[in-house]
């Protein structure tokens, strides 16, 4: 019994890293959101956690590529080894380096430009935000509140005309992403192999990079565009923080 109990152990835990491939991850991703203004905070937890069950296997796949035994050559290892760094080269260039300057080199501008017009929008409200102030210090009436509730209101349904048109454009481009790191699979595949079978040089291979960063926008999604209702807008102490300032998030 003790020995099937280990055999079982091997088999389950090498069944666990032989599926944590670049496409068995890309796969299990849950598509680009299409409701993330609106998004309610439980829907918006909902992706989160289906995001949250993908960082396991992409800690898995990373770490066979942090863990390569870094292997000394020799001058002559060296040479022989030249022709594998220039078929490696050779394929991300074909193949990766358009992906990765697509999407990663159009990431900062988008993001610049959603600051700026974010920057811009506390400016318009500027008006009603004095508003609120100045009745926040006044006794605390039923006809007082109202007024603060109406002039939330218009807060609130001017970051509805922006917000929208700023998500637009960062799930276009993690669709084209997406799109584009599936047909790139074989070639990612066979970087991989060359990166830990061949050449033995510890460093994050090429659909990690890939797939980190596009993870992690997929999450900001809801970082930086998700209102939620406007009952729960009133009732979320971090957005209205927002409607005084806004910080890139780190």
Known sequence: VYFITIIAILLTAHSYGQKNDYLTILKSLPSVPDNVVLASK??????????SDVHPMLLDYNRKFENIEKKEYTLS?????????????SIYDKHIDKIVENFLGKLPDILQNNLILKVGLVKVN??????????????????????????????????????????????????????????????????????????????????????????????????????????????????????YSYVVPK
């Open 126 to 243: 500027e008006p009603y935000l004095q508003q609120i102030n100045e009745l926040f210090n006044k006794p605390y009436n039923a006809e007082n509140d109202k007024l603060i509730r109406n002039l939330r209101r218009k807060i609130y349904d001017s970051k509805l005309l922006l917000y929208p048109v700023l998500q637009s454009e960062m799930s276009d481009l993690l669709k084209q992403t997406f799109e584009e790191m599936s047909s790139a699979t074989q070639y990612i595949n066979k970087l991989d192999s060359l990166s830990v079978n061949v050449i033995k040089i510890p460093t994050a291979g090429a659909g990690s990079i890939l797939l980190d960063n596009y993870v992690k926008q997929l999450e900001d999604l809801y970082y930086f565009y998700n209102l939620g209702s406007f009952e729960e807008y009133l009732k979320d102490p971090d957005a209205q923080t927002s409607d």
């Open 42 to 51: 439980k829907e918006k937890q909902m992706y989160l956690d289906k995001l």
């Open 77 to 89: 290892e060296y040479n022989s080894l030249e022709n594998v760094l220039k078929e490696y080269e």
